[in-house]
């Protein structure tokens, strides 16, 4: 599923027009963003949780040349699903 799909997907569920439907998923894409750019974690019970996580510098390897290469540090994103949404996915 893409966004485009997505908006029409939740526009028929909530009954609502694409374009509102688009400006909910914008608005809570950038309300993520911004949630997690502070170092918030995002819980939704029963869906899963998102939180930021520290990856350290670390050493590579090229693989078309086995050279090594230095990776930088970096924020990385994670999510977690909630059991509820687990066991659906499982069923």
Request: charged share 35%; aromatic share 4%; no cysteine.
């Amino acid at each position: 599923m893409n966004k485009g799909e997505l908006i029409d997907a939740i526009a028929a569920h909530a009954k609502l027009t694409k374009a509102d439907a688009g400006r909910a998923l914008e608005a809570t894409i950038e309300t993520f963003e911004k949630q997690l750019k502070k170092g918030d974690r995002i819980a939704l019970v029963g869906f899963g949780s998102f939180s930021i996580s520290k990856r350290a510098a670390r050493m590579g390897r090229n693989p078309q040349t086995g050279k090594e290469i230095k990776i930088a540090a970096k924020k990385v994103v994670k999510f977690k699903a909630g059991s509820d949404l687990a066991k659906k996915v499982n069923k």
